[in-house]
């Protein structure tokens, strides 16, 4: 059965960075763009990054800057760190992994950013 399990969340005090991971049980990583969604409270989900199998990242609108998105193919693990938390960054945080038969969705981690 594949799955996508996030981990990594947790409360994060403001200036701080922290990294997501999410692990993908899959037999062929290399050929899924992963990525991250992120959902603030009261809004819809949106895309914070994502990157193909070869290394291309791609971030949503106004995420450069405050997010990275790296992945270890032979891990078979995408990580998003979050550059210098902000309260804007308190949400929801969601992996998700997409070929050209298929898209799957982890249960999500919560990020709460609070002095």
């Known amino acids: 059965q594949v799955q996508l399990r996030e981990s990594g969340g947790g409360s994060v005090r403001p200036g701080e960075s922290r990294r997501l991971s999410c692990e993908f049980s899959?037999?062929?990583?290399?050929?899924?763009?992963m990525g991250w969604f992120h959902q603030l409270p009261g809004k819809q989900r949106e895309l914070v990054a994502t990157i193909t199998g070869g290394l291309t990242p791609r971030y949503g609108d106004s995420m450069v800057n405050r997010y990275t998105i790296s992945r270890v193919n032979r891990l078979k693990k995408v990580f998003l760190q979050i550059e210098r938390a902000g309260p804007e960054d308190t949400a929801v945080y969601y992996c998700y992994a997409k070929n050209d038969q298929s898209e799957y969705w982890g249960p999500g981690t919560q990020v709460t950013v609070s002095s």
């Open positions: 899959t037999t062929d990583f290399n050929k899924y763009t």
